[in-house]
């Protein structure tokens, strides 16, 4: 063994993207045997560092060293080669491929004919040594989302990689999976394997690492300081460079008339297999109801059976008036606003200027349009209003949508439904992926439409978003309500339990 | 980000990478881009020529005395320019929506035939004033172009059937079917046409107006030449200042987009296909009614494969595509006439490439850096 | 209408279909949509053709042919995978651009007789009754080269490691790049194997299966069946195989039903007139449209479909969010 106790030493690293220095002069070592933490808000350059670690980016200076060594990558493969292993955030598995195809992805080994029950066999072997359980035949898409991520544990693991790079492991798990995968992570370590996890989720932080790295704004703002002692207080000031308020001020108010009220509403999501199960709720005007739960238990599908995008059977009745199995058009015109879950791919149109994106809902009515033409010179004036109202940051008006940052483009979006004074406000991962500044704006925003009289569904992963700004909670598994409970005097064990599989009657 | 890195082994003295822009770029930038690739286009073209013992420079001097060197050979340019107008605009509309129409030559070959059957069936007496000659052919011709537009329109937003194939198929369904009736049905004396229509079916030409004016003696430009202008008018208005203009633009951006604002996009693949047929009927019937005045085989040099280019160079911009198809028009001119006979369609295919190519330099910054090590 | 005749040469015809079709299975498994078919078909059949005839050679006239599709096929590659241009846009001119040099450079070609592709029987297996003179007696070498070369490439996309890697490459590229394949170098070869097989198709016209060279008439809108035919056969190259066998019989027996003076005791329409024979030349378009209908029909039920990456240009570093 070489002299050095640390297993990889990162110095002065600079990596520059067009326009951005996403990474200025960052430090950071790994010892041998630890699990450090990254912290960082979304856009610091985390995962810009720890993809120059794995090979996918070039540093334009710097140096790297494992073990000691100096080295220099051109590839993922010169990195694995080096043992450096990446589990990413967004999983990189080849949905159609089995475990074991994923695996030996990218392998020089089976040399051309895959003899893939013997490495099936392989793949089990390792399972058994880190107690991550798997079918090696089953095909990624049939896998749940805590499988894949052993897929992804085990690829790196084959590769015989001793230093491990997990970007937001936690991110798409439920609690319980989480305990599981920290378990994990401690036998790796147990086993000599050292491990980075990116992360901005405080308490996971100050629970699992030995030390931590903070970077802000592509600067480190700690290196490697010891996790003991260290308060979430301590790391968010860190994090963001002043002293956070962990919740937005919410108003008491007493709700309104029912606004939405779904009745046994069931659907199948894209591969035909059930995603929401005799699903019933109400929300009222002026209230915010937040739905729970681990991704992928049929909240895209529950939002998209409101808005019209997904056909159902059962009833859903906005003001009365039925929606379900309805095209899109008829929801929008009973003022349903829709933030979609996914911002590039549903909420915007990527090539079109802000303008075009903000009378996106209302381009045929008055005052934009007359059902023949549109008035692009009203238009623009509204587009300027709001770019001024909602603070968005672009050159113009005219910019592209895709142009915008995360944040900005959110807020386009928001402009956009709440200017056309929705009645119920379906919000799906509203603050995902944005930076402390952004989230705190939109929450400000669905708190105002709360106070407007709007009837809004909030869904979202973080259980922190829905305690601070939810009325009540629901909990969703496996397309079903398992309770609703109220967020002021909520137990979170009970909707942790709740979260996989427990119903609230049983608790 | 991406770049060209060279290999290990052979170290250029220079590194080339791309690198994305984010400042935007000046007004004159893409419009001299795109001539820019035009003229590569041109030159390689010229050097194939050469290199095939042919001389590039006649040929060049030949092209231009062809099709710009008199107003009667303009105008002869002018009339090749006016099928391309509407062909160009029909591919323009549905390439706006990401709908690869590329069945307009069939459209077209529709269109001619069924703008036809007014006179040869006859569908008004043939001794109706002009005018109801004419606009009976005008709408007839529409309808054939619309009802080949409407097939895999149709297909696509029921079936999701690729509609690249299909239109595609339609071509040589409609070139098969247009043989037939020539050959069979309305065959002048047994040769591959009908026989002459009446003079009153013509669309009337600057020619006929020669006893008044002089100037206008042989001069064949016809009244098609205004359909194809005010189609592109009424097209611009559509596409930049209606609704559905917008519907169109954002199917095309991002459906998934469209389908979240409310946008049926199954109705409008299929009227897109629609207008777009018949708006490449409609060229066929100004080339049935103005130029050749009667049916017949390959009544298309490949207008409408020409018009995709077309609709492309012209970055689907409705004025714009009336300059191209003057390029365009003179090529087909020109090339009717200079051996071999595929150098125009070459041409095409070398114009195409260059400009699909050339749009990388309006999203990335071309960066030489000298090799250090 | 002997069916023995009709299935000889059907499988003739299908081989062209075969290669074709088999060569653009490669290329969208690799995620790059190739509508240059015909285009690349129409150089290889000129290249085979022309290099034949000057050296007198049809094997080295074959090769000539494949790099001559190869060639064409890699601006293609150029343009899509490092310009990131459209690809439907980048296929269109490569078919233009491939016409047209095939007939500028193929002036002067026809009604010349080059020597062919040799055509030889299986000994032993053509003696066997109907199956022999259908499948093993008097064939063009490259037919018998088309019947393992459907299973092998089959083999070879779902069971061997290079096969594994097209389709990680074609369905989720960044999961290959971060595994350390060069989703770029693949996609180009991949393309250029497309190409190459277009090329072989094309020269299968040309120096075996229809001899000569007719300008674009050569191909007359085989290269688009076949791209049309990689759909309905979801990307299998069996089943692409098996769909040009079929079409290349039909198209054989649309040829013949020209032929007799009664069919099943009617009279044949076609001997009266041979302009009903305008519909038969239809019938293959037709049959692509309804083979195209009811593969994707099935592609929805069984919630099947192209590679996920089809036709998506590669950016590493671009995420979603």
Known sequence: MTETPYAVEMEEIVVRFPGVLANDRVNLTLKRGEIHALLGENGAGKSTLMNVLAGLYKQAAGVIKIHGRPVSFNSPKDAIAHGVGMIHQHFMLVPTQTVTENILLGLDEPRFIMNLPHYDQKVRELQAQFGLQVDPTAKIWQLSVGEQQRVEILKVLYRGADILIMDEPTAVLAPKEIDELINTMRSMVAQGKSIIFISHKLHEVTAVADRVTVLRKGLCTAEGISAKGLTQADLARLMVGRDVVFSVAKEEQAPGSVVLSMKNVSAQNNKGVPALRNLSLELHSGEILGIAGVAGNGQSELAQVITGLRPCEGSILVNGEEVANQPPSKAIAQGVAHVPEDRTKVGSAPNMSITENTIMKDYSSEPIGNGWSINFTKARTRAQKLKKMYDILAPSVDTMARKLSGGNLQKVILAREISTNPRLMVAVQPTRGLDVGAIEAIQTLLLEQRASGTAVLLISEELEELLSLSDRIAVIFDGQIMGTVDAKNANIDQIGQMMIGSKLETL | MTTIAPSKRFQLPYTISLEKRVEDYPKWFPPAITIGAVLIAFLISGIILKLIGGEPLRVASFFYEATFGSWAVFSDTLVKATPLIMVGLACAIAFRMKLWNIGAEGQFYLGAFAASLVVLVPLVPPESPKVVIIGAMIIMGMIGGAVWGFIPGFLKARFQVNEIITTLMLNYIAISWNNFWIFDRWS???????????????????????????????????????????????????????????????????????????????????????????????????????????????????????????????????????????????????????????????LQGFILFMIISSDVLLRYKVRLTRQTA | MNPIIILHAGLATGTILLFAAIGEVFAERAGILNLGVEGMMLMGAMAGFSTSLSTGSPML?????????????????????????????????????????????????????????????????????????????????????????????????????????????????????TMGLNVYALRYFYVFVGGCLAGLAGATISLSVSPGWFSELTTSGQGWIAVGLVIFAQWDPLRAAFGGYLFGALRRTI???????????????????????????????????????????????????????????????????
Do not use: C
Request: proline letters at 6%.
């Open chain 3, 255 to 321: 040829l013949d039903l020209q032929g007799p003076a009664t069919l099943f005791g009617l009279t044949n329409p076609l001997y009266i007139n041979p302009n009903f024979s305008f519909f038969l030349q239809m019938a293959p378009f037709i049959l692509t449209i309804a083979a195209l209908v009811w593969g994707s029909r099935a592609a929805i039920r069984e919630r099947l479909g192209a590679p996920a990456a089809l036709g998506v240009p590669y950016i590493r570093g671009e995420r979603g969010l």
């Open chain 3, 61 to 177: 006239g074959l090769l000539v042919a494949i790099l001559a599709g190869g060639i064409l096929s890699l601006a293609h590659g150029l343009v899509t995978i490092h310009f990131q241009a459209d690809q439907v846009v980048s296929g269109l001119s490569l078919t233009f651009l491939g016409t047209g040099l095939a007939l500028v450079l193929g002036q002067g070609l026809t009604g010349q007789n080059p020597p062919l592709v040799p055509s030889f029987d299986i000994p032993g297996l053509a003696l066997i009754p109907f199956i022999g003179p259908v499948f093993f007696a008097n064939h063009s070498l490259l037919v018998y080269v088309g019947y393992l070369f459907a299973p092998l490439t089959w083999y070879y996309i779902y069971k061997t490691r290079p096969g594994m890697h097209l389709r990680a490459v074609g369905e989720k590229p960044e999961a290959a790049d």
């Open chain 2, 188 to 346: 002048d004396a047994g040769f591959q046409m009908t026989p002459t229509f009446d003079k009153s079916a013509w669309l009337p030409r600057l020619a006929d107006y020669a006893r008044e004016y002089k100037m206008f003696s042989g001069i064949t430009l016809h009244l098609g030449v205004v359909f194809g202008i005010i189609a592109a008018g009424i097209m611009w208005w559509i596409l930049e200042r209606s609704s559905w203009g917008y519907e169109i633009k954002l199917i095309g951006d991002n459906p998934n987009a469209a389908k979240y604002a409310g946008i049926n996009i199954a109705r409008n693949i299929v009227l897109v296909m629609m207008v777009s047929g018949a708006l490449a009927g409609l060229a066929g019937m100004s080339e049935v009614t103005g130029v050749v005045h009667r049916l017949q085989e390959r009544i298309s040099p490949g207008y409408g494969f020409t018009g995709i280019i077309v609709a492309w160079l012209a970055k689907l911009n409705p004025f714009t595509v009336i300059l191209v198809s003057i390029l365009f028009g003179a090529l087909i001119v020109a090339g009717r006439e200079i051996q071999p006979s595929g150098l125009a369609l070459m």
